[in-house]
């Protein structure tokens, strides 16, 4: 008879694994211990795991309560560039350029009371030249001599005598320009010129219209006061 073995059946599988003192072998031990502390995070051999990184897209994480608020100040937009002036701008005006500044005038260098006593001493001299030179300011002049009396004189209201003495100066200033500007043209040329002449006859016509306001404005005003009494001493004599 064969005597039994003192050892379990399934034990005999493991003792291919075994040492020969009865121990389970050095390989399998460590690696069933390396496989427990990778299961176990707790063990005391493990690694601590390290914290995921952020990322790009993660969502901040809120304030605390306690934590200080710092203001934030609105970042106004950077204002554009402005555009570079044209280089035309800076260049130098020509002497046909209408903004070009006008040559220095020696003329224009008084000021004060010497500028007024100069414009008074040019203003006279004016007077002296057109009583010399224009006859028709001549006669303008003498039918001034006797109109101005009257209407300082002529029982009329205040403003009716501004308005009689206003029109007759009125005429004196228009044929004053009216001889500026033919001396004007005559010094450009005494040839006969259509344009010349246009100015000359444009002249004329603004002393014309003076002529008639200062008689429209004489037979308005003295008309209607001293007509009935001019008739009637007409119709006794």
């Known amino acids: 008879m064969t005597p039994r073995s003192p050892f379990p ?4 599988q493991g003792a291919h694994s075994a040492s020969p003192s009865g121990r389970p072998g050095a390989g399998g031990a460590a690696r069933t211990a390396r496989t427990a502390e990778a299961l176990d995070p707790r063990a005391p051999g493990s ?5 995921p990184a952020p990322t790009a897209d993660a969502t901040p994480l809120p304030a605390t309560r306690n934590a200080p608020q710092i203001p934030t100040t609105p970042v106004a937009p950077a204002a554009a560039p402005e555009p570079p002036e044209p ?3 800076h260049e130098p005006l020509g002497p046909d350029d ?3 500044p006008l040559p220095f005038n020696p003329y224009k260098g008084n000021r004060g009371i010497t500028r007024a006593w100069k414009a008074l001493k040019y203003s006279i001299k004016g007077f002296r030249a057109a009583i010399r030179e224009e006859s028709a300011f001549r006669q303008e002049l003498t039918l001034a001599a006797i109109l101005v009396p009257i ?5 009329v209201e205040p403003v009716e005598r501004v308005l009689l003495l206003g029109s007759v100066m009125l005429v004196l200033i228009v044929e004053l320009l009216n001889s500026g500007i033919e001396n004007a043209v005559d010094r450009i040329g005494l040839e006969r010129n259509e344009l010349s002449g246009r100015a000359k006859d444009l002249g004329s016509a603004a002393v014309t219209v003076a002529l008639l306001l200062c008689v429209m404005t004489w037979g308005l005003i003295l008309v209607p006061r001293f007509g009935p009494l001019l008739l009637h001493g007409l119709g006794v004599l």
């Open 9 to 12: 059946p399934h034990s005999a």
């Open 47 to 51: 690694a601590p795991a390290s914290a």
């Open 87 to 89: 280089p035309h701008l």
């Open 98 to 100: 209408p903004l070009a």
């Open 151 to 155: 209407g300082v004189f002529v029982p």
